[in-house]
């Protein structure tokens, strides 16, 4: 199965969000700040909204908006060699959660005594649950790294820590936490216990992911270039691979019948899509605006 280039010009994409009311794509740019509306149809894109800092992960509000974990801006300098190219810019902003209106109006939701918030999916109560890892390499010997609820009452609360480096987390079918930690995926249980589904994926490990209705996790595999599908169970199924060096950094499904997979392909800068996957993609909970 070959990856098609749908659109180019992302520098260092992130948070792909699928909005299907209006048939088109949502993807961040962690140098720029900046949220990209894509045309998957006509391969455009224009802004949709303008964050400052480090716009990293996105979910879906129920108007059509986005939430967005900003990291504050990253120093592109101190990531390793070879994995990103040499003069993306930094952009400084208060790391935070933040609330990108369908008019591209940006909030804060939350922005106290966060370090650099990762990536976020939403709970069927409206809770938001984000990573917090601080920035990439982490302090030597330091496990900073800790899972955050920002809850229906808008107070923020740890719901684990002591990570490595904590980065995607989705919910899972049963409506367990999922978090990739190092080099694996782990699972939170609900009594604080902490399980791996895969200890080690691969050289790249994994950055963001996305579930099938079925249970298997897509996940992004950063410098292998391509996407890892791995099974419930733990084992490694499939490789979707993606031509020439660079680096990928999260996915979604989405398209008319949520069978396309669509991944940030961060270096060089483009956004890709398998179109026609055997199994649709997990119906994603939206946050509740009504919560505003």
């Known amino acids: 199965m070959k990856a098609e280039v749908v ?11 699928w909005r299907a009311g209006h048939h088109d794509l949502i993807v961040t740019s962690v140098c720029d700040g900046l949220l990209w509306r894509v045309d998957v149809e006509r391969g455009t894109k224009e802004v949709f909204a ?7 992960g996105a979910a879906l509000c129920d108007d059509g908006g986005l939430l967005v974990t900003n990291n504050g801006g990253i120093d592109f300098s101190k990531m390793p060699p070879g994995t ?4 993306l810019p930094t ?6 959660l933040q609330r990108a209106a369908p008019d591209g109006t940006v909030t804060y939701l939350a922005d106290t005594g966060l370090l650099a918030p990762n990536d976020l999916c939403v709970g069927d109560d409206g809770t938001v649950f984000f990573t917090d890892p601080g920035h990439f390499p982490p302090p030597a010997g330091q496990l900073v790294g800790r899972v955050m609820a920002y809850r229906p009452d808008r107070t923020v609360d740890v719901v684990a820590d002591g990570f490595f480096y904590c980065n995607g987390i989705a919910l899972d079918r049963d409506g367990s936490l999922v978090i990739i930690e190092k080099r694996g995926l782990m699972r939170l249980e609900p009594d604080g216990g902490r399980t791996w589904i895969v200890q080690v994926l691969g050289r790249g490990a994994g950055d963001g992911f996305c579930l ?6 897509y996940v992004a595999s950063t410098v292998e270039h391509g996407v890892r599908v791995v099974d419930p169970d733990g084992a490694i199924v499939d490789f979707l691979e993606i031509d020439g060096p660079g680096t990928t950094t999260n996915c979604c499904f989405g ?23 055997p199994t649709p993609g997990l119906p994603m909970t939206t946050w509740p605006t009504r919560l505003l």
């Open 7 to 17: 659109v180019d010009g992302v520098r260092f994409g992130e948070g792909p969000v």
């Open 212 to 217: 099938d209705a079925d249970g298997r996790l």
């Open 91 to 96: 952009r400084l902003a208060t790391p935070g």
């Open 50 to 56: 303008d964050t400052d800092g480090g716009a990293n």
């Open 84 to 87: 990103v190219p040499p003069g």
């Open 255 to 277: 398209g008319r019948d949520n069978r396309t997979l669509f991944a940030t392909d961060a270096v060089p800068g483009n956004v890709v899509a398998w179109e026609g996957l």
